[in-house]
């Protein structure tokens, strides 16, 4: 099956910025990268998975009220991965940050972010 896999989480101080990337590999018959929409999404202790951003496969992008104009989602096809450049972080964007994509059919481990 399809995986996904998140980097690039770390610590950072509230205003600052990280960018977060989502590799796919080990694609099935059906799975062509460059046609499928993705997306990221977060989750915070306590609180229910959040979708934040989605970027289908024309590059059109969607996002959150909460991360709209701090952050962008961008998608790389001939690396197979999309980035999310998170800017003017706060604390409330401490959390999981988890990649999906195939309906949200597949979804990738996730990488921590801390803000503080």
């Known amino acids: 099956h399809v995986q996904l896999v998140e980097s690039g989480g770390g610590s950072v101080q509230v205003g600052g910025s990280l960018r977060l990337s989502c590799a796919a590999s080990?694609?099935?018959?059906?799975?062509?990268?460059?046609?499928?929409?993705m997306g990221w999404f977060r989750q915070a202790p306590g609180k229910q998975r959040e979708g934040i951003a989605v970027?289908?496969?024309?590059?059109?992008?969607e996002y959150a009220a909460s991360v709209k104009d701090r952050f962008t989602i961008s998608r790389d096809n001939a690396k197979n991965t999309i980035y999310l450049q998170m800017n003017s972080l706060k604390s409330e964007d401490t959390a999981l940050y988890y990649c999906?994509?195939?309906?949200?059919?597949?979804w990738g481990q996730g990488t921590q972010v801390t803000v503080s």
């Open positions: 970027i289908d496969n024309d590059s059109s992008t």
């Open positions: 999906a994509a195939g309906g949200w059919t597949y």
């Open positions: 080990r694609f099935h018959s059906g799975f062509v990268f460059s046609t499928w929409c």
